[in-house]
């Protein structure tokens, strides 16, 4: 099968960059990295990314408040510098603008570590703590110029414990975002994801309904 080239854009500890690399690496996502790409510049994820002999690069932000659109150009020039395909934002903290929504369209992939469209943005583990939610989880979803509101491609459930705290709700969750961005990135490698409106559906013989709904 055909190998999805692959752009990653982080920020941080690169935790799903390397989920994603280490399902590559076991053939159970046909996707190639292609580049990674971090705002910051001591980002542990670029990191990851070379020692696995990555293309990882930084793309400053300094001198670009304010002006998000010209800093996504840049992106998109370094993601179309090495020919990617489906753009990943595997824990990238920046809002994304029309500019690189509309070069990639329906090709941006974001996880986002709760069930959307509650809890968009940021701390959210401890938002759905404090909400006293009994089941939370993680949500992989395309991209629009929304923040956190693009179509729904899987999402994952984890009990939410009365003695749990931000840290340990974060890591239930972890396990799961880890899990569903490889499967959508294959499923997306092998041609089986359509949008209509905001569903995404998904097709092939195995699709049993349900089949994301429970953890394994
Ligand atoms: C992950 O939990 C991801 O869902 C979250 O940041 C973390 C990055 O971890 N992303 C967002 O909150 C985006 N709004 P990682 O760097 O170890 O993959």
């Known amino acids: 099968m055909k190998k999805v080239k692959l752009g990653v854009l982080v920020s941080g500890r690169g935790s799903n960059l390397q989920a994603v690399i280490d399902n590559i690496e076991k053939g159970t996502v046909s996707a190639q990295v292609a580049v990674v790409i971090s705002d910051q510049p001591d980002a542990f994820a670029l990191d990851r990314a070379r020692k696995h002999n990555l293309p990882a690069v930084h793309v400053s932000a300094k001198g670009y408040k304010g002006k ?30 029309k500019v690189l929504v509309n070069a990639f369209p329906n090709r941006i992939m974001n996880i986002h570590p709760a069930l959307l469209p509650s809890f968009p943005g940021l701390h959210v583990q401890k938002a759905a703590i404090e909400h006293g939610v009994k089941f939370s989880g993680c949500t992989v979803h395309f991209v629009d110029e929304g923040m956190d509101t693009g179509p729904i491609i899987i999402q994952a459930v984890v009990p939410v414990l009365d ?23 294959h499923l997306y490698a092998e041609g089986r994801l359509t949008v209509k409106d905001r569903r995404v559906f998904v097709s092939g013989p195995e699709n049993k309904s349900g089949e994301f709904l429970i953890n394994p």
Do not use: C, P, W
């Open 163 to 185: 003695n749990d705290t931000e840290d340990t709700l974060a890591a239930r969750i972890l396990k799961q975002e880890h899990r569903i961005f490889s499967r959508a990135i």
């Open 68 to 97: 998000r659109d010209e800093y996504d150009a840049l992106l998109e020039q370094e993601l179309r510098k090495h020919g990617v395909e489906l753009v990943i934002l595997a824990g990238f903290m920046r809002i994304i603008t």
